[in-house]
C-alpha cells in the first residue's frame, strides 16, 4: 500500500510516500532445507522446510509457499508459514529431485481516486504501479547410490582352499 498526504499546497510526492508492505508483499528472502540429504539407495522421504523473512530480516508468517520438484512427489504443494516463517512439507523420492519453493506477490497495475467532504474538502488520486515481490529457493535432494559387490578370484588355476576377496562398495 502506498499512502500520501497533502495539506493546502504542500505535498511529500512520490518519493515521500509511506510504503506498507503487507503479508507475502512483505517477503525478502526464502531459504530452503532438505533433511535427510541424501535419501536412502532404495528411496526415501526428506522433509522440505522454507524459511521466510522479510526485508528487515524478521520471520513472515501465515505467509503461502509455493513448492515445486523435477522428481519424485511432494506431500503438499502450497504451505502457510507458521509463526516462526517456516513452511514444511515432505518429498519422496528414488531418484535425484530439486525442490522449489516460491513465495510472495506479483501484482498488477492499477490506479484510483477518492473524494471526501467534512469540515474541508479534499482530493486523493492513486497513482499506477506494479510490483513483484517475489522470491524463490532451491535444494537439491541426493540419492545414495546403490551397493556394489564384486568377487575377484586368484589367477591361474584355481584349487581348494584357494583365498577368494569379496569387495562390497
Known sequence: AVIS???????????????IAVGAAAVGRVSLSANP???SANGG??????????????????VPVTFSTSAGSLGSSVVTTDASGNAQTTLSTSTQATVTATVGVQS??????????????????????STTTQAS???TVNVNPLPTVSITAPSGTLTVGSPITFTLN
Open 5 to 19: 498526504a497533502t495539506s493546502g499546497g504542500a505535498t511529500v510526492g512520490a518519493n515521500g510516500a509511506l510504503r
Open 37 to 39: 540429504n541424501p535419501v
Open 137 to 139: 529457493a532451491t535444494v
Open 108 to 129: 498488477s497495475p492499477g490506479t484510483g481516486t477518492g473524494t471526501g467532504t467534512g469540515t474541508g474538502t479534499g482530493t486523493g488520486t492513486g497513482s499506477t504501479g
Open 45 to 62: 522421504i526428506s522433509t522440505i522446510v522454507a524459511s521466510v523473512v522479510d526485508v528487515n530480516g524478521n520471520a513472515l508468517g501465515s
